[in-house]
């Protein structure tokens, strides 16, 4: 077996066990140590682990979503933390708690590692508490809602010739039909762009079907550094490159209808370093998707969320986290050897994480 | 722009209120025992690997990982573990100081909650000190730790420390 070298770092790490919650629009009865528990028994039970195997833990999620402080402290009632374990947190989604595992399981004797997402997007409401991560002085304060700012950026794509209504519509139809073929997904069926483009406008240029569902969920997922990973399973999901960049925070300093910051990512993650048989990438606006396969430079040959992507299931915190899981269990049953997982955060694609994950020859 | 900061002066200071509305979830182990509450008794649950209780129970052992689903209903009668005598004033402050607030072990039960002393003199509460629960009267009964009015003594002798030393 030929492990790939990873562009970054020195040791290799792959993804080898993933689990995650069906995504619902309200879970009702489970609190998020309830929501998390069996996703988290199910990815040890995936990798033949405990959690006495796991060298580190890192988790994401926010506060702002369940409305209370340390929600995340509370959540390792899930895990099992005894004997003491190294753990940390971000607040931001779980794909950047797996990028600080990889960063941890870069060191000599950290082999394991535990990451997970979840948030609830149903407890609050999620138009006032994005607008929250705004600038808060000049921005915050008029309580800008996310579906608005997304219909700005999607109006300079169409204003700069980059797309149509039409072009949106087509995406969500293709999201909603893979989605029929994941049993996670909470917005799967068969309509046309035609049939999506009698839709009304949410905020237009942004038509109902353009925007993603909220959603209720949780994933998790094992890393493991070196030859162990095929101990756990035949085809590890090594993640060749990794990189994190951000864009500006205030809108009026960045071109809205381009992201270099998923541009630059995608470069040092090294992307186009060789064929992408499958991409999944955390849009959570269809006109996104257009944006980040142009900024990645992905041509016709990737097939783009397989899984019908956040337009599909779209729980905050998690979202992007389960980017990867649906990346890597492609390459882990052989159906994808090269693969491309992206997750977002802030707003309007703000932020950017641009993963490589691939098979072993 | 340097003018106008002349005639008003420069902004220093802006205020932006922020109020957001969120809906709770309890929980399914939670709920059990804020129902609990309801009918006037304590309910925890029991983790299937170490045993242990805990009151009020968020559905898990914090320390197995795994998922708690034995019911165990516990007893009125608890050992005040640690506490402390309040005689600071506050804003919005209900009960009049000095009183005592303690960490209540209930018997059965491997973790503490904390409570209110009622019945005793300050300067006579230990650690160890023996304690049951009174609960307002069967009609105002609801669903929070509230419908425990407060703990008062039993009469029975101090636990020795060492006995529950586990729970400080």
């Known amino acids: 077996m030929s492990t790939p070298p990873p562009r970054q770092g020195t040791r290799p790490v792959a993804i080898v066990a993933c689990a995650q919650s069906k995504s619902e629009r309200r879970i009702e009865q489970a609190n998020e140590v309830e929501l998390l528990m069996p996703v988290v028994t199910e990815v040890y039970a995936n990798a033949g682990m405990t959690k006495d195997d796991v060298d580190f833990i890192c988790s994401g999620s926010t506060d702002y979503l369940i409305g209370g402080p340390f929600s995340f402290v509370t959540a390792l009632d899930a895990v099992g933390v005894w004997p003491p374990k190294a753990e940390s947190h971000v607040e931001m989604d779980g794909a950047w708690a797996l990028y600080e595992a990889w960063v941890t399981l870069q060191e000599e004797g950290k082999d394991v590692a535990l990451v997970y997402g979840f948030g609830k997007s149903s407890l609050g409401d999620l138009s006032r508490i994005l607008a929250l991560q705004l600038d808060p002085y000049t921005m915050a304060p008029m309580w800008p809602d996310q579906v608005s700012l997304a219909a700005l950026q999607a109006q300079a794509m169409i204003d700069q010739g980059l797309a149509t209504e039409e072009d949106f519509a087509r995406i969500a139809s293709r999201a909603r039909h893979n989605a029929l073929s994941n049993p996670n997904a909470q917005v799967a069926n068969e309509k046309t762009m035609e049939e999506l483009m009698k839709d009304d406008y949410a905020v237009a240029p942004l038509r109902r079907h353009t925007l993603p569902p909220l959603s209720d969920g949780a994933a998790a997922i094992i890393m493991v550094a070196g030859d162990r990973a095929y101990d756990v399973v035949d085809r590890p999901a090594w993640i060749t490159g990794i990189d994190h960049r951000v864009d500006a925070h205030a809108f009026g300093a960045r071109n809205l209808a381009e992201s270099r910051s998923t541009t630059k990512a995608a470069e040092n993650a090294g992307v186009s370093a060789g064929p992408v048989d499958i991409a999944e990438l955390h849009a959570p606006f269809a006109h996104q998707e257009i944006l980040l396969r142009r900024a990645m430079g992905l041509n016709e040959s990737t097939v783009i969320n397989p899984s019908g992507g956040p337009l599909a299931a779209n729980p905050l915190m998690a979202g992007g986290l389960i980017r990867f899981i649906e990346a890597a269990n492609r390459i882990m049953d052989g159906s994808a050897n090269r693969a491309v997982a992206h997750a977002t955060s802030g707003p309007v694609l703000q932020q950017n994480l641009v993963a490589v994950l691939e098979g072993a020859s | ?168």
Request: glycine content about 8%; some cysteine; charged content about 20%.
């Open chain 2, 1 to 168: 722009m340097a003018a106008e900061e002349t005639a008003q002066g420069p902004v220093t200071m802006l205020s932006t209120p922020i109020r957001l509305d969120y809906n709770f979830t309890a929980g399914v182990a939670q709920s059990k025992s804020l129902r609990g509450y309801a009918e006037g008794r304590f309910i925890g649950q029991r983790c299937p690997v170490c045993k242990k209780v805990y009151v009020p129970s968020r559905g898990s052992c914090p320390k197995d990982a795994v998922a708690t689903t034995e019911e165990v209903v516990l007893p009125n009668t608890a050992t005040v573990t640690t506490f402390c005598v309040v005689n600071v004033p506050f804003a919005g402050q209900s009960i009049e100081i000095p009183y005592i607030t303690a960490s209540i072990l209930l018997d059965g039960a491997d973790i503490t909650f904390m409570g209110l002393i009622q019945g005793i003199a300050p300067e006579d509460v230990e650690m160890g000190l023996r304690v049951e629960a009174v609960w307002v009267p069967k009609e105002e009964l609801g669903p929070t730790l509230a419908s425990v009015k407060y703990f008062q003594p039993t009469g029975e002798p101090n636990r020795e420390v060492s006995t529950f030393a586990e729970h400080l």
